[in-house]
């Protein structure tokens, strides 16, 4: 089990900041607006990892791990008009959730693997023009099996696992060299 405290500072991360249009702009037609890249001046990032493994039978083994991720934006250059919430003092960096984590569970008989894992995200705030929205959080479930015998070995994967999924992966080593796979 390890548990990691994290408080990093970053500067000068680079921005955009939408602006009025000029004349050149509206010239040539620009379809999607005009802006400008500036520096964030100051921003900081603070949470903990936490994550651990665990051996729960002679054939069955599992792992979790969690992050916390609390990020705040502390100086940088306002919206002249203040009306853009990405970059005003106290706002969240863009596209950082503040809780995600994941759970897998492995087993292992006889010559068979077996693995399910799940990930998941919160919300987190992201940038549409002409501003900011959320995007909600997701999980995500994945299941893989694979096997192997003295002349090939053979794996199956499976991403997302929902009505609507499909096969990802299958693929087959034979054991001469020669391999064949198929999507």
Known sequence: ????????????????????????????GAPFGAGTFFNTDLARARGGNFS???????WLSGSASYTYDSTRTLS???????IDPNYLVGSRLLRRPVNSGNLALNTSYWRMNWNISGY???KRFDYNYPGQI?????ALINLAAS???RTA?????????????NIRRCTVFPRSG??????
């Not at 651990?52 to 002679?58: H, L, V």
């Not at 959320?134 to 997701?138: C, L, N, R, S």
């Open 178 to 183: 020669a391999s064949f796979a198929s999507a």
């Open 134 to 138: 959320i995007d909600p959080g997701y």
């Open 52 to 58: 651990g493994e665990a051996r729960i039978t002679r």
């Open 76 to 82: 940088a250059p306002t919206d002249p008009l203040n």
């Open 1 to 28: 089990m390890t548990a990691d405290y994290f408080d990093s500072r970053f500067h000068n991360l680079i921005s955009f900041l939408t602006v009025q249009p000029s004349a050149a702009c509206l010239a040539a």
């Open 153 to 165: 070995s053979a794996s199956l994967a499976a991403s997302p696992i929902s009505p609507t999924s």
């Open 147 to 149: 096997t192997t015998s």
């Open 120 to 122: 998941f995200t919160g």
